[in-house]
């Protein structure tokens, strides 16, 4: 057995188990390793060195939408938790509480954040009097903690990194658009850099964010046909603006609540990238978010010419994409095994042989189709390949996404996909959460959501049988 066919063969099948593929690609991979804090990873510099690309395309579009970075403190004093009654009774079972400091104990609790609205909320009550401080477009990128029960890598983790989006608006028209707007942000983003494709809509009163007026969402199709919500925006309302007086004076000089907003994504965005693009050798990364784009792996590099003329490639390919020179002394097949693993998009091999025919090899991590390729024509070559490789991930993604959802009129239907097909399940619903109870508890499948693009399936809730109201897309999810 070849070291090559070894390595894997280190990965579990995602036919086979799929759950433990994702694990041992995460471990193999080198994106994270486990901490001696349950349910908490340490982020290794290739996990990390994606969530830096995640985070650097995200900030590019929060400015250009007019947003500011700001950061609040990671402890939340227990009275101010207290302030939103809905917000706090939605993350209490998950709040980690800090109850001394040093040898005292506190004479308050101090709350680890869950998340940050009390905190944006208290500084937005002393910094806004008129409404010429409106409206407020702040972000924040931070970590945060949720106790959770069951965790998994970048899904669910006990501390995970994030961003959270928080605005202040004189009206709710404004606040209205605010929502949609980062929602639809988010879906671009999904789409144009992660190629994940996704469904937005609206989640149900059940499924709402604690505090929220509105909560929008973006909805992603796994390959196992599990969802992932991807990424929530919520419209607040004035409520938390009334829970901390948060007023200002308007142009007629009369007192108004502000009206606020919260939007956030987390690393789960790279579970999903595995999930939606991986295979039996590990991770496929879109080009667009690739740390390397194209990694180049010299060829008998100890014969004379082949590592120089791998750097001269470096130096000439830089200005197209994030290039790297895999010069250490592992055996070529090693190699391909380990940036295969990585999900590295484009692999270039050149040896003395190349060198002298005036060509390189380039290989696609996604197809493994293998091309010769004269050296004078790399230039256009590699920035067209990188585009179609990110164009064809996200038309194979939208592909298995549509092969895998699925339309139910009645709740036998229903039940049968849900047991039989795994995917995304559209069904029409008459609006009652007792219905949406009863499907959770026969099938564990829950609303994903309500999405903007409503179609008329039937007449009837998929249910109980009454006059249905919309349609919802349902799916078991992580």
């Known amino acids: 057995m070849s070291k090559k066919e070894k390595m894997v063969q280190e990965i579990t099948s995602m036919q086979e188990d799929f759950a433990q593929w994702y694990t041992d690609v995460v471990k193999k991979a080198e994106l994270i390793d486990y901490s001696s804090v349950r349910g908490c990873m340490i982020f290794r510099p290739y996990g990390y060195a994606i969530w830096e690309n995640i985070q650097k395309e995200l900030d590019q579009r929060f400015k250009a939408t007019g947003h500011e970075n700001v950061y609040m403190p990671m402890f939340i004093p227990e009275n101010l938790l207290q302030k939103e009654k809905d917000h706090v009774e939605g993350f209490a079972p998950e709040v980690a509480w800090v109850t001394h400091g040093g040898e005292e104990r506190l004479t308050e609790r101090l709350c680890v954040r869950p998340t940050s609205e009390t905190l944006f909320c208290e500084h937005y009550?002393?910094?806004?009097?008129?409404?010429?401080?409106?409206?407020?477009?702040?972000?924040?990128?931070?970590?945060?903690?949720?106790?959770?029960?069951?965790t998994r890598p970048f899904l669910r983790t006990l501390e995970f990194l994030w961003q959270e989006g928080h605005t202040a608006h004189a009206t709710q028209e404004e606040a209205q658009e605010e929502t949609i707007r980062m929602l639809n942000v988010y879906a671009e983003f999904c789409e144009n850099v992660l190629a994940i494709p996704v469904v937005k809509g609206l989640k149900t009163e059940k499924e709402k964010f604690a505090g929220a007026m509105a909560t929008y969402t973006i909805e992603s199709l796994m390959h196992d046909g599990k969802a992932l919500?991807?990424?929530?925006?919520?419209?607040?309302?004035?409520?938390?603006?009334?829970?901390?007086?948060?007023?200002y004076t308007d142009k007629n000089n009369e007192l108004?609540?502000?009206?606020?907003?919260?939007?956030?994504?987390?690393?789960?965005?790279?579970?999903?990238?595995?999930?939606?693009?991986?295979?039996?050798?590990?991770?496929?990364?879109?080009?667009?978010l690739a740390p390397t784009q194209l990694v180049i792996i010299p060829i008998a590099q100890h014969k004379e010419g082949v590592l120089e003329k791998a750097n001269e490639l470096k130096e000439q390919l830089s200005q197209y994409a994030r290039v790297k020179v895999d010069d250490?002394?592992?055996?070529?097949?090693?190699?391909?095994?380990?940036?295969?693993?990585?999900?590295?998009?484009?692999?270039?091999?050149?040896?003395?042989k190349d060198i002298e025919k005036q060509q390189v090899v380039l290989v696609r991590r996604d197809t493994r189709e293998k091309f010769f390729i004269p050296m004078d024509e790399l230039d256009t070559k590699i920035p067209a390949l990188i585009q179609e490789m990110q164009r064809d991930l996200l038309n194979k993604a939208r592909e298995h996404r549509d092969q895998h959802t699925?339309?139910?009129?009645?709740?036998?239907?229903?039940?049968?996909?849900?047991?039989?097909?795994?995917?995304?399940?559209?069904?029409?619903?008459?609006?009652?959460?007792?219905?949406?109870?009863?499907?959770?508890?026969?099938?564990?499948?829950?609303?994903?959501?309500?999405?903007?693009?409503q179609e008329n399936l039937a007449d009837t809730c998929v249910c109980c049988g009454k006059p249905s109201k919309e349609m919802v897309y349902w799916g078991r999810a992580y």
Request: proline letters at 5%; hydrophobic letters at 35%.
């Open 229 to 247: 919500q991807s990424g929530t925006s919520h419209n607040f309302g004035d409520g938390f603006a009334r829970a901390f007086d948060i007023q």
């Open 406 to 453: 699925y339309i139910a009129r009645t709740l036998e239907e229903f039940e049968q996909i849900v047991e039989e097909k795994p995917g995304f399940i559209k069904a029409m619903w008459c609006g009652d959460v007792a219905c949406e109870d009863l499907i959770k508890e026969n099938t564990g499948a829950t609303a994903r959501c309500i999405p903007f693009e």
């Open 256 to 288: 108004q609540y502000v009206h606020q907003t919260s939007w956030g994504v987390t690393t789960r965005l790279i579970g999903a990238v595995i999930m939606v693009h991986g295979d039996d050798s590990g991770l496929v990364l879109p080009p667009a």
């Open 125 to 150: 009550s002393n910094v806004i009097q008129s409404y010429r401080d409106l409206p407020k477009l702040y972000n924040q990128w931070c970590s945060v903690v949720r106790w959770e029960k069951t």
């Open 328 to 352: 250490t002394d592992k055996m070529p097949g090693w190699k391909f095994s380990e940036h295969e693993m990585k999900g590295v998009p484009l692999r270039l091999e050149v040896g003395p």
